[in-house]
């Protein structure tokens, strides 16, 4: 764990550049605007370690799958979320020394995020090898008003000389994945211009043929007045830049602003990209950069209004939660159902992909009570496109008749992971779907999902499951067989309980689903069963069957449910007891000595109860929370956050938070020591829910907003908003008394501590 950031309220602040911590840095103050996003990358030369890191929503490139070993089945390619082409750059020459943060001597180093305004900011005093001495402010955004846009605010001050200064302000586009399997770039070059004032790159993908225009201009006053400056222009290869040479003035500020346009195919015809990116350029130009910052900071303003968590008494867990809520807000917002959101966002490029289970499973609950209903939605529309893929994704595995397995990884619906264990194995997440539909369903009330979108896809996943499952002769039950569970320190086991529990769930609910359409829209029903070719009556009874004689493991002793067949054969040992430098296992441990261990690396079981709690007796809950949390290690960033709502409702509460710490603070304290990859973001939806389904103890049943809220001792008092079908509800809590405001809407009965409340 490293504390080394500041704490504050609305701010991540960093004091004094340290070059070991500097890629968790880039990866912490990241910016985004759900169309492109930017790693903290400094402007001017940094020859130390960096990951540089700029993205376009949508845009990928299927790298030519690498092991060792190919099995039938393998996906052909693992899609890689690009490095594009660099905006950023403003290099600097003092007299033909360059300005590189890795060789000058630097002192009061400052690096800030403004949460509030989406604006970071960073200072600092270096002395170049000859002497010479300047002092830079730097300010970015990446706008949320235009999400083609990004601006920079670069001051650079002479304090002891005067004398020529160089500004090489470029467009890059020959950058690199740190990723790549063979060590390839991953664009080719279909135009460049520089032009006094300008330069324009615009770059394709090899494969996938996405194209990005990514164009800069920029504007240079010294003392408040443009500065008299003269310009050379350079080209090579995916590459174009302005180098300007002008006089700097001891203690007087040359402020450079940069504007670019980062378009794509996705949005664009691709003979009108240049066109379109110039325009975007004039824009900016002509508006300034205090006028597009002001409308940026406007949508953030009205963002927090809706989604804003206060806590009132502890500033690590305020900062915390701000934290998770702004890079959540920044990765997705909704507008375009063809995006998703990918595990790292805009702010690294490990695990690839757009989306994961982790939308279904912890994103969607934020967007429900955050967003307007259309934004949750939309995640649910990504999928039914997805459906004919996760047909095909089946059909390759050998499973017939409509049957759907959703992909693990995906960037258009085919899958692209390659790892046996997990892409094949960990079937659950294909389940993941249909839960997320229970959970739209239920909290906006919209059931008409079912007869336009979901029923088709509950058809397909429960044809999978139907044929995933085989009769087990000496058990007399339906058994699921060489899995992996939520436990990813677990491999090809047979009857993960959450895996066979989901599946049998999903059997249930998709002939719910079938009753609820053909009750309601008859002609439509009949559609989708010729669409689907899908016997009712024969395919149901099995799925009935299949259900109703499920096998589940169980250690009657102890009265828990098992992970899986043959649990108990491990040493049961308390991850407590491990010795600090064995932490973390899977950066210290052999994966021969981890799956033969009983650590759990995340909620595998709890995960179970935590989506189905209200299945479980509290009893029950608490014995299986008390089995298995002591040997759960904590190292998914999915962890702690099911660990924090099951530990709230049995009432653990100093557990409970302790647990919301590691989560909400996971990236800023480097808990898993990998940051530097870049953030969870797709977690940091289980933060949000940490607080208001853990803390305030938010539930839906049966139309009804329940709550039952405790305060941390560690709090003086908490608040949070939710949308909950047409209405706007706040809840405050302290320790005197749990206010809960109707702030827009009709009237609405809610239910605080089993006790009905009237809002008006």
Same mark, same amino acid.
């Given at each position: 764990?490293?504390?080394?950031?500041?704490?504050?309220?609305?701010?991540?602040?960093?004091?004094?550049?340290?070059?070991?911590?500097?890629?968790?840095?880039?990866?912490?103050?990241?910016?985004?605007?759900?169309?492109?996003?930017?790693?903290?990358?400094?402007?001017?030369?940094?020859?130390?370690?960096?990951?540089?890191?700029?993205?376009?929503?949508?845009?990928?490139?299927?790298?030519?799958?690498?092991?060792?070993?190919?099995?039938?089945?393998?996906?052909?390619?693992?899609?890689?979320?690009?490095?594009?082409?660099?905006?950023?750059?403003?290099?600097?020459?003092?007299?033909?020394?360059?300005?590189?943060?890795?060789?000058?001597?630097?002192?009061?180093?400052?690096?800030?995020?403004?949460?509030?305004?989406?604006?970071?900011?960073?200072?600092?005093?270096?002395?170049?090898?000859?002497?010479?001495?300047?002092?830079?402010?730097?300010?970015? !955004?990446?706008?949320?008003?235009?999400?083609?846009?990004?601006?920079?605010?670069?001051?650079?001050?002479?304090?002891?000389?005067?004398?020529?200064?160089?500004?090489?302000?470029?467009?890059?586009?020959?950058?690199?994945?740190?990723?790549?399997?063979?060590?390839?770039?991953?664009?080719?070059?279909?135009?460049?211009?520089?032009?006094?004032?300008?330069?324009?790159?615009?770059?394709?993908?090899?494969?996938?043929?996405?194209?990005?225009?990514?164009?800069?201009?920029?504007?240079?006053?010294?003392?408040?007045?443009?500065?008299?400056?003269?310009?050379?222009?350079?080209?090579?290869?995916?590459?174009?830049?302005?180098?300007?040479?002008?006089?700097?003035?001891?203690?007087?500020?040359?402020?450079?602003?940069?504007?670019?346009?980062?378009?794509?195919?996705?949005?664009?015809?691709?003979?009108?990209?240049?066109?379109?990116?110039?325009?975007?350029?004039?824009?900016?130009?002509?508006?300034?950069?205090?006028?597009?910052?002001?409308?940026?900071?406007?949508?953030?303003?009205?963002?927090?209004?809706?989604?804003?968590?206060?806590?009132?008494?502890?500033?690590?867990?305020?900062?915390?939660?701000? !934290?998770?809520?702004?890079?959540?807000?920044?990765?997705?917002?909704?507008?375009?159902?063809?995006?998703?959101?990918?595990?790292?966002?805009?702010?690294?490029?490990?695990?690839?992909?757009?989306?994961?289970?982790?939308?279904?499973?912890?994103?969607?609950?934020?967007?429900?009570?955050?967003?307007?209903?259309?934004?949750?939605?939309?995640?649910?529309?990504?999928?039914?496109?997805?459906?004919?893929?996760?047909?095909?994704?089946?059909?390759?595995?050998?499973?017939?008749?409509?049957?759907?397995?959703?992909?693990?990884?995906?960037?258009?619906?085919?899958?692209?992971?390659?790892?046996?264990?997990?892409?094949?194995?960990?079937?659950?997440?294909?389940?993941?779907?249909?839960?997320?539909?229970?959970?739209?369903?239920?909290?906006?009330?919209?059931?008409?999902?079912?007869?336009?979108?979901?029923?088709?896809?509950?058809?397909?996943?429960?044809?999978?499951?139907?044929?995933?499952?085989?009769?087990?002769?000496?058990?007399?039950?339906?058994?699921?067989?060489?899995?992996?569970?939520?436990?990813?320190?677990?491999?090809?086991?047979?009857?993960?309980?959450?895996?066979?529990?989901?599946?049998?769930?999903?059997?249930?609910?998709?002939?719910?689903?079938?009753?609820?359409?053909?009750?309601?829209?008859?002609?439509?029903?009949?559609?989708?069963?010729?669409?689907?070719?899908?016997?009712?009556?024969?395919?149901?009874?099995?799925?009935?069957?299949?259900?109703?004689?499920?096998?589940?493991?169980?250690?009657?002793?102890?009265?828990?449910?098992?992970?899986?067949?043959?649990?108990?054969?491990?040493?049961?040992?308390?991850?407590?007891?491990?010795?600090?430098?064995?932490?973390?296992?899977?950066?210290?441990?052999?994966?021969?000595?981890?799956?033969?261990?009983? !650590?759990?690396?995340?909620?595998?079981?709890?995960?179970?109860?935590?989506?189905?709690?209200?299945?479980?007796?509290?009893?029950?809950?608490?014995?299986?929370?008390?089995?298995?949390?002591?040997?759960?290690?904590?190292?998914?960033?999915?962890?702690?956050?099911?660990?924090?709502?099951?530990?709230?409702?049995?009432?653990?509460?100093?557990?409970?938070?302790? !647990?919301?710490?590691?989560?909400?603070?996971?990236?800023?304290?480097?808990?898993?020591?990998?940051?530097?990859?870049?953030?969870?973001?797709?977690?940091?939806?289980?933060?949000?829910?940490?607080?208001?389904?853990?803390?305030?103890?938010?539930?839906?049943?049966?139309?009804?907003?329940?709550?039952?809220?405790?305060?941390?001792?560690?709090?003086?008092?908490?608040?949070?908003?939710?949308?909950?079908?047409?209405?706007?509800?706040?809840?405050?809590?302290?320790?005197?008394?749990?206010?809960?405001?109707?702030?827009?809407?009709?009237?609405?009965?809610?239910?605080?501590?089993?006790?009905?409340?009237?809002?008006?």
């Amino acid at each position: 764990m490293k504390q080394y950031l500041k704490q504050d309220e609305w701010k991540i602040i960093e004091e004094g550049l340290n070059p070991h911590y500097n890629q968790i840095s880039e990866s912490v103050f990241s910016l985004g605007n759900g169309r492109m996003g930017q790693r903290a990358n400094f402007e001017e030369d940094y020859s130390g370690e960096t990951l540089q890191g700029s993205y376009v929503a949508g845009v990928y490139y299927p790298d030519k799958t690498r092991v060792g070993w190919w099995k039938n089945g393998y996906p052909e390619y693992f899609a890689k979320v690009l490095n594009a082409p660099s905006w950023i750059n403003i290099k600097l020459k003092v007299e033909n020394q360059r300005l590189d943060l890795a060789t000058c001597t630097v002192e009061n180093f400052v690096r800030v995020l403004d949460m509030k305004t989406g604006l970071l900011q960073r200072s600092f005093v270096a002395t170049l090898p000859g002497g010479k001495k300047v002092a830079v402010d730097a300010k970015r !955004f990446c706008s949320m008003a235009d999400g083609e846009i990004g601006a920079i605010r670069y001051q650079v001050t002479a304090l002891n000389f005067s004398g020529e200064i160089s500004i090489e302000l470029s467009v890059d586009a020959d950058v690199v994945n740190k990723d790549s399997n063979y060590d390839e770039k991953f664009w080719n070059e279909v135009y460049k211009e520089a032009q006094t004032g300008s330069a324009i790159v615009t770059a394709e993908t090899r494969k996938t043929l996405f194209h990005v225009t990514t164009a800069m201009t920029y504007a240079i006053h010294s003392g408040g007045k443009p500065a008299a400056i003269k310009v050379g222009e350079n080209m090579r290869e995916k590459y174009a830049d302005n180098v300007v040479q002008t006089e700097i003035k001891q203690d007087i500020p040359l402020v450079i602003f940069k504007y670019a346009a980062v378009l794509s195919s996705e949005n664009h015809a691709k003979d009108k990209l240049v066109e379109h990116a110039r325009a975007k350029l004039t824009e900016a130009l002509t508006a300034g950069f205090d006028s597009l910052f002001e409308q940026h900071a406007k949508v953030w303003a009205h963002k927090w209004e809706e989604c804003d968590i206060t806590i009132d008494g502890d500033i690590a867990a305020q900062q915390g939660i701000r !934290f998770n809520i702004f890079q959540l807000t920044q990765t997705y917002t909704g507008e375009d159902e063809r995006l998703n959101i990918g595990p790292k966002g805009f702010t690294g490029e490990k695990y690839g992909g757009s989306t994961y289970w982790d939308t279904e499973a912890y994103c969607l609950p934020f967007f429900l009570s955050t967003a307007e209903e259309k934004v949750a939605r939309n995640l649910l529309v990504y999928r039914y496109k997805h459906l004919p893929k996760a047909i095909e994704n089946a059909q390759k595995l050998g499973f017939t008749g409509g049957a759907a397995f959703y992909p693990f990884v995906t960037m258009n619906g085919e899958e692209c992971h390659n790892e046996w264990e997990i892409t094949f194995e960990e079937i659950h997440r294909t389940s993941a779907m249909a839960y997320a539909m229970r959970d739209y369903v239920d909290y906006t009330g919209d059931q008409h999902y079912f007869t336009e979108f979901g029923l088709e896809v509950l058809i397909g996943i429960a044809r999978f499951w139907e044929q995933r499952v085989n009769w087990s002769s000496d058990k007399n039950k339906y058994v699921i067989l060489g899995v992996t569970g939520p436990n990813e320190y677990e491999n090809n086991v047979n009857n993960n309980w959450y895996t066979n529990y989901l599946g049998a769930w999903t059997l249930r609910f998709a002939q719910q689903a079938i009753n609820y359409v053909k009750g309601h829209d008859a002609k439509r029903y009949a559609e989708i069963v010729a669409k689907t070719n899908f016997n009712e009556k024969a395919e149901t009874e099995k799925w009935k069957h299949i259900s109703d004689n499920m096998y589940y493991p169980y250690d009657t002793r102890r009265k828990v449910i098992l992970q899986q067949d043959g649990f108990l054969d491990k040493e049961l040992i308390r991850a407590a007891d491990l010795k600090p430098e064995f932490r973390p296992l899977n950066q210290k441990w052999s994966w021969d000595r981890i799956l033969r261990s009983c !650590f759990i690396k995340q909620a595998d079981v709890l995960q179970g109860i935590f989506l189905f709690e209200d299945d479980f007796d509290l009893e029950t809950i608490r014995k299986n929370f008390d089995f298995y949390e002591p040997m759960t290690v904590h190292e998914s960033s999915l962890s702690p956050c099911v660990h924090v709502i099951l530990a709230s409702k049995l009432g653990y509460k100093e557990q409970a938070y302790q !647990f919301y710490l590691r989560t909400a603070r996971l990236d800023l304290d480097d808990y898993n020591n990998d940051t530097e990859e870049g953030c969870h973001i797709t977690s940091m939806a289980g933060t949000w829910m940490s607080v208001v389904k853990g803390f305030g103890g938010m539930r839906v049943r049966d139309g009804k907003l329940h709550f039952t809220p405790f305060i941390p001792d560690q709090w003086k008092s908490y608040s949070f908003r939710v949308e909950f079908r047409g209405r706007v509800l706040k809840v405050k809590v302290s320790n005197e008394k749990t206010e809960t405001i109707l702030e827009h809407g009709e009237p609405l009965e809610v239910m605080m501590h089993g006790k009905p409340v009237l809002l008006k």
